[in-house]
Each structure stands twice: as structure tokens, then as C-alpha cells.
Nanobody, 123 residues
């Protein structure tokens, strides 16, 4: 897989904010969609957010819409997930993904995966 490196996870209280970052090699995903998935213990991996290559088009899961914001800075080879008003149910390992086919939205079957960063939200 293409290397993707997540950072920014941590332990916070409910209502707090975190910003996750994902850095990739040398503009590999500059022309492609990227996004975030997450997986909590005992649960299947779920979609969180997606962003087009230019940042013009974004998609959010219903559970995070209005609280999370996805963005990217292709010049810095970096994608972000700003997470506000965090809830205990947001606790999960968050994975950065990049598509190598679509420039509009990530497809899980096409995704290249990072190693994940742990987000833990206490009540």
C-alpha cells in the first residue's frame, strides 16, 4: 500500500475537540479523493468523511455531520479532520484513506489505508 501516516489522536473529555492529520508521499493523492474511516472495538469499520481532490466536495456520515470538518492542503501533502463536540461514541481508531481512482469521493474497496490513530472520548 501507499504510505499514509495519521497523527493527532488522543484522550479527551466529551465536548472537546481534536484535529487529526494525515500525511502522504510526494503528492500521490493530490489528484484523488481522500477520507477517513473509523473502527471501534467490536464494531465494523465505518465511513466518516470524504473529500474530493480539490477540496470542493465533501461527504459526511450522519453521525458526524455538523461536528466534524474534513479539509486538505495538497501543497503540504496533508489531509485533516477537525472534530468538535466529541462524544464517547466517537471513540475509535481513525484511519486515513486515499483513493487511487476517483477524484470525487473515496471508495472503500479502492482505498489505501494508514495505520490508524486512536481517539478516546471520556464521558
Amino acid at each position: 500500500q501507499v504510505q499514509l501516516v495519521e497523527s493527532g489522536g488522543g484522550l479527551v473529555q466529551a465536548g472537546a475537540s481534536l484535529r487529526l492529520s494525515c500525511t502522504y508521499f510526494d503528492g500521490i493523492f493530490d489528484s484523488y479523493a481522500m477520507g477517513w474511516f473509523r473502527q471501534a472495538p467490536g464494531k465494523e469499520r465505518e465511513f466518516v468523511a470524504s473529500i474530493s481532490w480539490s477540496g470542493d466536495y465533501t461527504i459526511y456520515s450522519d453521525s458526524v455531520k455538523g461536528r466534524f470538518t474534513i479539509s486538505r492542503d495538497n501543497r503540504a501533502y496533508t489531509m485533516y479532520l477537525q472534530m468538535n463536540s466529541l462524544k464517547p461514541e466517537d471513540t475509535a481508531v481513525y484511519y486515513c484513506v486515499g483513493d487511487l481512482q476517483s477524484g470525487v469521493a473515496v471508495g472503500e474497496s479502492r482505498a489505501r489505508w494508514g495505520q490508524g490513530t486512536q481517539v478516546t472520548v471520556s464521558a
